[in-house]
């Protein structure tokens, strides 16, 4: 009888290393950490579509659908990037902080991580060149449409760059500054990622989507530094000067509380304030303020978990105020664009 096992082509028995590769790769990407920018993305351009300023009609189409699902899974992508570029040049602290991670295992390459790294950058930023906020252009006469249409590009160009002065050293590798770094994470994830969503679907010289944005980054300008308590030792090694550890654990908690809370009160400031007699925020206003409120009682309830038991914050790996800040920018992302839609 013949051994057919010697007349199959190389490729069979190599699948289950490739599919292991895709899987280090996947893990590479940190699936879950793309979650948050897809959803911002997506909510700030259905409460573009929601808000007054829309330059589209109510009805849907799947056009319209089309714009959002590329902005965010561009967002995923940078994000993908951004989390790679981070870890090439986090190997050492890693090493401490995080041992499993595949380039600490060596089971993907510098090289491979390298290329797998900016090949998500161009085509993350690429592929939102066509999305402009005009529903008289076709998919075509978007690529052509003029510079200044472009915002939504410009706005992950301008992020990937941060991602870039954040890890690299060449660009100032703001990680290893106690301020620098959570202003350099606030302000494309949170500010920008807001007014990029909105780009999608409006013009971006409207006040509203800033004030919105500058509600996430202030919350992430303190929340940011959450993850920073279970991560000395390897920053420490690394020349990170962390929050807590410039100024100690119980210090920098008290620090960053205000910002779990503070910023969520001025959902229902945007409610009540109005400019040339329009109020800032033009979602439904019960809804909004009750998300205000919500969020604030949810922060509040965060910190109460940080300063009963500051300690815990650098001895556990996963504290619950870090899930707990992920849930609520799940929580403000869901909750804004409801807001927006609910006329509809």
Known sequence: MR??????????????????????YLHFSRPFTLIAPMLGVASGAMTAWGSRHSAFSTAFSWDLAALVVVAALAAGLLNAASNGLNQIYDLEIDRVNKPDRPLVTEAISRRGAHICTWLLYVI??????????????????????????????????????????????????????????????????????????????????????????????????GAAST???SDMEGDRRGGCITLPQRFGVRRAARMIAPCFVVPWLFIPVGVFLKIDG???????????????????????????????????????????????????????????????????
């Not at 051994?3 to 280090?24: G, T």
């Open 124 to 221: 993350s930023v690429v592929m939102t060149w066509p999305i402009v906020a005009d529903p008289s252009l076709s998919w075509g006469e978007r690529w052509t449409a003029p510079l200044e249409q472009h915002a939504c590009f410009f706005f992950y160009l301008t992020a990937a760059v941060f991602t870039w002065i954040y890890s690299m050293p060449v660009f100032g590798r703001t990680k290893r500054l106690t301020f620098g770094a959570n202003l350099t994470i606030a302000i494309p994830r949170g500010l920008m990622l807001k007014v990029a969503g909105w780009s999608v679907l409006a013009g971006i010289g409207a006040i509203e989507p800033w004030f919105i944005g500058l509600c996430f980054f202030f919350f992430l300008i």
């Open 278 to 344: 329009q109020p800032i925020l033009s979602g439904d206003p019960t809804l909004l303020v009750l998300l205000g409120a919500s969020l604030a009682l949810w922060g509040g309830y965060t910190v109460y978990l940080i300063l009963r038991d500051p300690d815990a914050l650098s001895q556990v790996e996963n504290h619950p105020s870090w899930k707990h800040m992920y849930l609520m920018m799940f929580w403000a992302q869901l909750g804004f664009a409801l807001a927006y839609l609910v006329r509809f």
């Open 227 to 229: 993850k920073d308590f």
């Open 3 to 24: 051994d057919l096992s010697l007349e199959r082509p190389a490729s069979f028995d190599e699948r289950p290393a490739i599919l292991n590769q895709m899987r280090q």
